[in-house]
């Protein structure tokens, strides 16, 4: 059972940056996607950016050139380095795990409705 728990939301101005951790345990597959996912409310949950276990990323264009996605492979963390931060980027920021994968990152970026594995969430809020 993949388990993923998230840290590093908060609060920030307009302009300024935050750091999310996903730390995943248990995954036992060789090819997957993880995946940085948010909900505003009243909206639905949106694709922000993912990685597959190759290093192959995909970007929402919305955070394009704001946010970086990354993962460490030893025991492996998930990253999302988030700058240039706005008021529309204030939402729930979820990981989601993808295992085992049969889609690309490009294609994994809109499915969320694939990803079996969910972390409980960190709040992120931008303040003008």
């Known amino acids: 059972q993949v388990q993923l728990v998230e840290s590093g939301g908060g609060s920030v101005q307009a302009g300024g940056s935050l750091r999310l951790s996903c730390r995943v345990s248990?995954?036992?597959?060789?090819?997957?996607?993880l995946g940085w996912f948010r909900q505003a409310p009243g909206k639905e949950r949106e694709g922000v950016a993912v990685?597959?276990?190759?290093?192959?990323?995909n970007y929402a264009d919305f955070v394009k050139g704001r946010f970086t996605i990354s993962k460490d492979n030893a025991g492996i963390t998930l990253y999302l380095q988030m700058d240039s931060l706005k008021p529309e980027d204030t939402a729930m920021y979820f990981c989601?795990?993808?295992?085992?994968?049969?889609?690309?990152?490009?294609?994994?970026?809109?499915?969320?409705?694939?990803?079996?594995?969910w972390g409980q969430g960190t709040q992120v809020t931008i303040s003008s």
């Open positions: 989601a795990a993808n295992a085992p994968s049969t889609m690309s990152a490009i294609q994994g970026l809109n499915a969320v409705d694939d990803y079996r594995f």
């Open positions: 248990g995954m036992i597959y060789s090819y997957y996607l």
């Open positions: 990685i597959d276990s190759d290093d192959s990323t």
